[in-house]
């Protein structure tokens, strides 16, 4: 079994910072890309950020150059650093990853999610 657990997540002021963390935990082989995404309320579930095994990031337009994600692969964990929140921001955070617990064998697993509210 494998599991995604999402930390970090509150309540925080426009312009504040935050930062998320996800850790992989189970029967772990390797880990391919790790990923965030966000859903708001009555909306769909968007993608964030994303970062390769290699540690190449990308990110959604309207989260570039304010958030950075990273990955100590050592620990089996993603990081969003969340900077200059905006309102808009506000949703449940969802990690993602794309792990293998066999040499023939990957799947994409989801963590549970964790709140970020930004107040105006």
Do not use: H
């Amino acid at each position: 079994q494998v599991q995604l657990v999402e930390t970090g997540g509150g309540l925080v002021q426009a312009g504040g910072s935050l930062r998320l963390s996800c850790v992989a935990s189970g029967s772990i082989f390797s880990i391919a890309a790790m990923r965030w995404y966000r859903q708001a309320p009555e909306k769909q579930r968007d993608l964030v950020a994303a970062i390769t095994s290699g540690g190449t990031a990308t990110y959604a337009g309207s989260v570039k150059d304010r958030f950075t994600i990273s990955r100590d692969s050592t620990r089996n964990t993603v990081y969003l650093q969340m900077d200059s929140l905006k309102p808009e921001d506000t949703a449940v955070y969802y990690c993602n990853a794309d792990i293998w617990t066999r040499p023939n064998y990957s799947w994409r697993y989801w963590g549970q999610g964790t709140q970020v509210t930004v107040s105006s």
